[in-house]
């Protein structure tokens, strides 16, 4: 079992979420996070002060998925976030020890 | 404003317009029922009662919420709440204290140049009969709505300082500053330059609807703020955005549509006057704000929102004493310089200066009310489309407007230094660094603005 877990940017999610449904993948938590990359940040300049921005906000996606989808979500999430600019986010992914279904109490595989 | 001379008189169905208001002013009411065809010589306007309270509830709308609203989109959100009590306090406060004795400290009737006396504490001898002059001889209105428009007036001007302390300062000191201010900087000032007796009236100096009154003098009493209480923690390294630009943006709105009851309201009738004060408060703040946006435009590539608000107030503070005497066209310019003129100070001179008058209240109605009152002198003449003809001297009137904006700045700074000096020795001014970084809000009000 794998968590691929993404980075990527905020008006991406709807797409991803729908390349993900496409391949059966339900079930996806979604957090509104801040950072900064190569794309650095910007300034905004509020009459005479100056601010740099240095973080920006992204989404970051979690999703569960049994080994042998990890692939498949990984592409699903790269097509479906590209925009080819600077700043569309990475994707990482790891391994999961245990996984308990709260309302059943089913584990790993069965709980996914 | 003119005669500010009150009288209780026997209201009578008669009126003649013919009556000299001074004659009739200097009636007792004993004598009222003696001299009864005179006292009935003046005349009551349904229509400039009716314009005159809805003027009134219009500046108080200015304050609650524009002006709340305006200045608290500029703090970051752990203040919020902090700046919006700050408003909505000293609103209350300054209403009691003009009940109390400021009504009569500065329209009292005394016959001093400096105040108006005692002769009106608590509102002492007003009733439901009581009338106030308008420009108009031998027109009034109710005493009751000169009070309360005159009311609103002084609730703002100790509202607008708030800007320049934010973010550090104590409730307390807030508070206490502004009963001081109010007391000693607001009501003379207010004397002097609308009633009658007043030194900068006596002058002949323009100031139709409170240039100096209000808005050099915030401005004034924000600058040695801003540099007797210092700079926020942080400022220069922390980030000290505007949390919603969106609430300063209705704010300044707000502001907008009050303002017809502060610069029209200031004509005490509904008629002519306050139709050319009208229009003149919608085309300066055009030409203002037109003016600020093409500025950053041109100098920065990119027109902010924040720019065309501020350039909206720049416009409306600079219109302020000249909406009664120039012309719609020339108030396009005199807002329009007077943009330029705050935008140079914001972006650039507070910079060099290194002071943090934070949402730049001297930058804007300091300069802007300073902006407004010389061009007063200069737009209202004939030949630049205002009011003044014939013997009017552009050159005579500038020295007169200067003189009474150095006049309000000299008293407005000693009585502002003083103010904080005291409250600094009884109160101390700021709060500790936690509560700063913490924000006012948890630390001086218990409560918090957003939850997420």
């Given at each position: 079992m794998k968590i691929v877990m993404a980075v990527i940017k905020p008006f991406k999610l709807d797409e991803v979420r729908e390349a993900l449904t496409s391949i059966g993948i339900e079930g996806l938590t979604v957090t509104e996070v801040k950072g900064y990359g190569r794309q650095k940040g910007h300034t905004e300049i509020y009459r005479g002060a100056e601010y740099a921005v240095a973080f920006l906000p992204k989404l970051k996606i979690e999703v569960a998925v049994a080994s042998s989808m990890a692939d498949k979500a990984v592409e699903a999430i790269a097509t479906a976030a590209k925009?080819?600019?600077?700043?569309?986010g990475k994707i990482f992914v790891f391994a999961i020890e245990h996984v308990v279904r709260i309302r059943t109490g089913e584990t790993n595989a069965d709980a996914l | 404003m003119t005669n500010r001379f009150f009288k209780t008189s026997i209201a009578g169905g008669l009126a003649s317009l013919l009556m000299a208001a001074a004659a009739v002013a200097q009636e007792t009411a004993a004598e009222a029922p003696a001299a009864a065809a005179e006292a009935a010589a003046t005349t009551m306007d349904k229509g400039d009662t009716a314009f005159m309270m809805i003027s009134s509830v219009l500046v108080l709308f200015m304050i609650l919420p524009g002006l709340a609203l305006f200045y608290g989109g500029l703090v970051r959100a752990k203040n919020m709440l902090s700046v919006l009590m700050q408003c909505m306090m000293i609103t209350a406060v300054v209403i009691v204290i003009w009940v109390v004795y400021g009504y009569s400290f500065a329209?009292?009737?005394?016959?001093?140049p400096w105040w108006g006396g005692?002769?009106?504490?608590?509102?002492?001898?007003?009733?439901?009969a009581s009338e106030a002059a308008t420009f108009t001889p031998g027109v009034v209105i109710p005493e009751y709505v000169f009070i309360v428009f005159q009311m609103t007036f002084a609730c703002i001007t100790p509202a607008l300082i708030v800007g320049a302390f934010v973010?550090?300062?104590k409730f307390s000191a807030v508070i206490a500053f502004v009963i001081l201010w109010v007391t000693f900087a607001y009501f003379p000032i207010a004397h002097m330059v609308w009633d009658a007796n007043g030194y900068l009236f006596g002058l002949g100096a323009l100031d139709f609807a409170g240039g100096t009154v209000v808005h050099i003098n915030a401005g004034i009493a924000a600058l040695v703020a801003a540099i007797m209480i210092g700079k926020r923690e942080g400022l220069g390294r922390d980030i000290m955005a505007p949390h919603s630009m969106t609430f300063t943006m209705v704010g300044a709105s707000i502001l907008w549509v009050g303002w017809f009851g502060f610069n029209a309201g200031s004509?005490?009738?509904?008629?002519g006057g306050a139709a050319l004060a009208m229009i003149n408060t919608f085309t300066a703040t055009a030409g203002a704000i037109i003016a600020w946006a093409a500025i950053e435009a041109v100098l920065r590539g990119k027109a902010s929102m924040l720019g065309a608000a501020s350039g909206l107030v720049a416009g409306l503070v600079a219109v302020t004493p000249a909406a009664g005497t120039i012309g719609p066209v020339g108030a396009i310019v005199l807002g329009a310089i007077a943009s330029a003129t705050c935008y140079l100070f914001v972006s650039k001179v507070k910079n060099s200066f290194g002071y943090d008058d934070s949402l730049d209240v001297f930058g804007i109605h300091g300069v802007g009310g300073i902006v407004g009152a010389i061009g007063t002198g200069i737009f209202s003449a004939a030949s630049l489309g205002g009011i003044k003809g014939d013997d009017y001297s552009i050159a005579g009137q500038t020295m007169i407007q200067i003189q009474a904006v150095l006049v309000t700045i000299v008293w407005c700074a000693i009585v502002s230094v003083v103010a904080l000096l005291i409250v600094k020795a009884v109160f101390g001014l700021r709060v500790s660094k936690e509560a700063e970084s913490t924000g006012l809000d948890l630390t001086s009000h218990g409560e918090a603005a957003y939850h997420s």
């Open positions: 925009t080819g600019q600077i700043g569309d | 329209f009292g009737g005394s016959t001093s005692t002769a009106k504490l608590f509102l002492g001898g007003v009733t439901m973010e550090r300062i004509n005490l009738e509904a008629n």
